[in-house]
């Protein structure tokens, strides 16, 4: 089979891996009658029968344990065409069983009662190392006698695609790769943050999701400068009359750290010190931002909101803020101006108070005038 074929199919498992799973079909008769979709004995009209006859037979081949033989049910036998039988057999099912430390394929060949079974081969590994990394997250699909298995490792996106070929004296490894799509994912994450490409980073958060990220160490460690870089790009994409930009970019700095550290209440203004700052016992405690780092981006998110107009999106979130930080004295002013412009005057003149006083002396020469304006206003 050409190379570009091969990689073709393995594509197409990995779409219908990715929609669903694969169909499943009646079974369709002898090895002769063309395309064949591989069917569970559970499926089958006499099932119960055959799986009587063919379970027994792979557990005492591969000798399991009871506990092993225990997960060999009439779902995990699968009814196969992979052409080249032996003699005197016209069908043949496969089966991924876990025995002991490791997951094996079995072949065998059954007359058409399966009152005749032969043991054809087994698949564990290849030169690469293990096959089949986990029987409850495995997919295959099957082309005349080549055979394409995707599995995944239990609690990570870590996965072994493999490509054998039946020659009908044993299984030949053609093709078996390793790969981790998050992992992928966190190095082009990386990559982007290096080159300060924000917007590379938004098409990338837009385009995939990783799976398990809570598995990497990427997913806490890139948190925090793509927050950061995030927030650069917005200071200068608000200095530049872009504010929607800028408050594209914190939207997703800030996504990005809340599903890190799972602190996904700051748009409602529901944060407290511990979310942001995390506990003694805190996953990669060291890779937050400090409570004064991150209460000033929350600052500027708001501030960038109010300047957009979108003032009962900004409220919450510098009302958080002051909570947060009662020392941040930008902050009071840039609530009080939203609260105004809602028409909350009362709330309004007393953030512009606060903010005069903590100004101090400076507050005359530093205060733009609406301060006072506001403060006095009838």
Known sequence: MKNKY?????????????????????????????????????????????YGSIEPFIADQLELSEEDEEAVTADSIYEVDLSNYPKGYTRQFISFIFNYDWIELVLVATNEDASK?????????????????NTAKLDFMTEDNQIYI?????????????????????????????????????????????????????????????????????????????????HQKALAANKANSTRAAVKYLEYGLAQYASAFDIEGYAEGDLTK?????????????????????????????????????????KPVLANVVQLVPSRTVA???????????????????????????????????APKRVQERINAK
């Open 6 to 50: 091969k990689r073709l199919l393995i594509a197409a498992l990995a779409l219908l891996i990715a929609l669903g799973g694969l169909p499943q079909a009646p079974y369709a008769g002898a090895a002769d009658s063309g395309a064949f979709e591989p069917t569970t004995l559970a499926e089958l009209e006499n099932g119960e029968e055959l």
């Open 117 to 133: 079974i032969a043991l054809l081969d087994r698949a564990v590994s290849s030169d690469g190392g293990d096959m089949f990394l």
């Open 150 to 230: 995707w599995t995944q490792a239990p609690y990570s996106a870590y996965e072994s695609r493999v490509q054998l070929e039946w020659a009908g004296d044993s299984f030949y490894v053609v093709e078996h790769e390793f790969d981790d799509p998050t992992e992928n994912y966190y190095a082009e994450m990386a990559a982007l943050i290096e080159a300060k490409d924000i917007e590379g980073l938004i098409e990338l958060s837009e385009l995939d999701y990783p799976q398990y990220p809570g598995a990497y160490e990427a997913a806490y460690t890139l948190a925090a400068p793509a927050l950061k870089l995030a």
């Open 274 to 314: 511990a979310d942001i700052t995390g506990t003694a016992d805190s996953l990669y405690a060291e890779s937050r931002l400090t409570l004064s780092a991150y209460a000033g981006i929350l600052n500027d998110y708001g501030y960038f909101l109010s300047v957009i107009g979108q003032n009962k999106k900004a």
């Open 332 to 366: 009071y002013l840039n609530l009080a101006d939203v609260e105004w412009a809602l028409g909350q005057r009362s709330a309004a003149k007393s953030h512009y108070k606060i903010y005069w006083k903590q100004l101090g002396s400076k507050a005359s020469s530093v």
